[in-house]
């Protein structure tokens, strides 16, 4: 008995040591392999750690963080990264910087709009013979933008990295503080070229006729800003007397877009003074809280003016609710336009198959609300603007055009947009899921990567084979007019000595209840004329 307990004691014993050995020679050495990682961020994706709920950070492997609808496009790029490092050693890098994991179903179609765009425009700029090749990475900072003190960080090392070449940061679809506090230390603190490719708001903008000192060197823009998106609405609609409009602004902080938005529709209107602003204040950019009961009894008070067209400064969201709120009002068979920004141009994605009745007048009144707004593009904007030119000519030399009469600034856009059309048909660039150019965002962040490929080229075009400095890149801004100017599929992209796109075309556009689409209308123009020939930038314009 006392030697089977001793034998017993024994093997048990030898037994737990072995366990304690076995478990040692595997946690030591995990230890001493990843002792960063003890107590460091959740990891999402290299480059990519979670904070606040949310994967924060820069890749280019192709990883989608988390967003599906995205994941195609993100391989993609990833796919194009990794062929053109296999072929390249210099490289220049452009960061794609928005919110990559939105909630919402709409915002999330936009971002894979925004990000097929960037992507179509770098797999056509690395199949020229320019050099260098480009590489796209995508950077989120965030909902809201909340996170981006953290992605500049690593945006800065990467400008200083000889393997990264980081030249150029794009991207910024929302205008909010967060955003412009980006862009301002970008710029001003790390010199780093930033083209912001959909932020309207004024704030975020260089003046022209400014001096030498620019608010945000190195900054530009080919969107039209807010102001001048509302002197193209103005002249679109023939100028209205003020008693025949009315202002309905969001008063939420720190939102520059509807702020900005609210002090363009603001200019003065000729006739008697009309009805006063209508103020509302809402929770979030996507969250609608009560406003619904405000744009009610705002609704009830635009009846008793004699407004007819109602100026509309805030987000989408905000938006749509207002006009099913205007339409249920009984107002004696009165009909309204709804008249708001370039950040309604994915409306359409926020209305339901009810919603779409309720605009129609599927109740029997018929329809009595109107939404347009100044899109930044339309796949149908040219063809039927040389339509319409060809129209205006017959009538005044009662015979047709000649096909080389027709404006170049016409023409040239429609050209680059039936070539970008053709590659999306063919699938030449690979499968990148739905691609939808109503929206404008696929045609207009194509633009901008356009635009950062062309001023890189450009910068480099004295020293061949070698990476341009981001001061160089900069200096290119200016010189994309004329002889280098962009021919986007949005229009003609001519910048001014502060960066801005000089008279660069809004598409008028309103949702068609009857196809529930999103219409062309016409073009409006910032300078109430065409741009002028060959779009040389006139002086005392920046």
């Given amino acids: 008995m006392l030697n089977w307990l001793y034998n017993t004691f024994w093997a048990t014993l030898i037994r737990k040591v072995c366990t304690v050995l076995v478990v040692l020679a595997v946690v030591v050495p995990l230890a001493l392999i990843l002792p960063g990682r003890i107590g460091a961020p959740e990891y999402c994706a290299e480059g990519v750690e979670r904070s606040a709920g949310e994967c924060v950070g820069v890749s280019g492997s192709g990883y989608d963080f988390g967003t599906g609808e995205i994941r195609e496009v993100a391989r993609a790029i990833g796919a194009e990264n990794?062929?053109?490092?296999?072929?390249?050693?210099?490289?220049?890098?452009?960061?794609?910087?928005?919110?990559?994991?939105?909630?919402?179903?709409?915002?999330?179609?936009?971002l894979r709009s925004e990000l097929q765009g960037a992507y179509l425009a770098q797999w056509r700029a690395n199949r020229t013979e320019n050099k260098p090749l480009l590489r796209l990475v995508l950077a989120n900072p965030g909902a809201d933008y909340a996170q981006q003190?953290?992605?500049?960080?690593?945006?800065a090392a990467m400008a200083d990295s000889r393997r990264d070449n980081l030249r150029a940061v794009t991207g910024f679809n929302l205008s909010l503080g967060n955003t412009k506090a980006a862009i301002d230390r970008l710029t001003n603190e790390l010199h780093i070229p930033v083209l912001a490719s959909r932020v309207s708001a004024d704030e975020i903008a260089n003046a022209d006729n400014g001096g030498n000192r620019l608010k945000f060197p190195g900054l530009a823009r080919i969107v039209p800003t807010n102001r001048q998106q509302a002197a193209a609405l103005a002249d679109f609609h023939g100028g209205l007397r003020d008693a025949e409009t009315v202002l309905v602004k969001d008063m939420r902080p720190n939102d520059i877009y509807d702020e900005s938005l609210a002090k363009a529709f603001s200019r003065p209107e000729p006739g008697p003074p009309g009805p006063k602003d209508q103020v509302f204040t809402s929770p979030g950019i996507n969250d609608p809280g009560d406003t619904g009961n405000d744009f009610t009894l705002i609704g009830h008070n635009i009846c008793e003016s004699d407004a007819k067209v109602v100026y509309f400064a805030g987000r989408p969201v905000h938006l749509r609710l207002f006009a099913l709120k205007l339409a249920e009002v009984p107002c004696h068979g009165k009909k309204y336009t709804i008249v708001s920004g370039s950040g309604a141009a994915?409306?359409?994605?926020?209305?339901?198959?009810?919603?779409?009745?309720?605009?129609?007048?599927?109740?029997?009144g018929g329809s009595t609300i109107t939404v347009q707004y100044a899109a930044p593009g339309h796949?149908?904007?040219?063809?039927?603007s040389l339509r319409q030119w060809e129209k205006e000519q017959r009538a005044r030399t009662?015979?047709?055009p000649a096909a080389g009469d027709r404006p170049a600034y016409l023409t040239e856009p429609q050209k680059e947009?039936?070539?970008?059309?053709?590659?999306?048909?063919?699938?030449?660039?690979?499968d990148i899921g739905d691609v939808d150019l109503e929206d404008s965002r696929t045609m207009l962040v194509h633009d901008g990567v356009r635009a950062i490929a062309a001023?890189?080229?450009?910068?480099?075009?004295?020293?061949?084979?070698?990476?341009?400095?981001?001061?160089?890149?900069?200096?290119?801004?200016?010189?994309?007019?004329?002889?280098?100017r962009v021919k986007g599929t949005s229009g003609w992209i001519c910048l001014t000595n502060g960066g801005n796109a000089y008279d660069k075309p809004v598409a008028v556009v309103r949702l068609d209840p009857a196809t529930r689409r999103v219409a062309f209308v016409g073009l409006g123009w910032p300078e109430k004329k065409p741009?002028?020939?060959?779009?040389?930038?006139?002086?005392?314009?920046?």
């Fill in 531 to 542: 741009q002028p020939a060959d779009c040389v930038v006139p002086s005392g314009t920046g």
């Fill in 379 to 384: 796949p149908d904007a040219w063809n039927a």
């Fill in 455 to 484: 001023a890189v080229f450009l910068a480099n075009s004295q020293a061949a084979g070698t990476v341009p400095t981001r001061t160089r890149v900069a200096a290119q801004w200016p010189r994309l007019e004329a002889r280098y």
């Fill in 149 to 155: 003190d953290k992605v500049v960080d690593r945006l």
């Fill in 417 to 430: 947009l039936r070539e970008l059309k053709g590659l999306i048909r063919r699938q030449d660039a690979g």
């Fill in 346 to 364: 994915t409306l359409d994605r926020y209305l339901s198959a009810a919603d779409w009745e309720k605009l129609r007048g599927d109740d029997g």
């Fill in 398 to 400: 009662d015979r047709a």
């Fill in 82 to 110: 990794k062929r053109i490092s296999e072929q390249e050693r210099d490289l220049v890098t452009i960061a794609m910087m928005l919110p990559l994991q939105p909630k919402s179903a709409a915002e999330r179609k936009q």
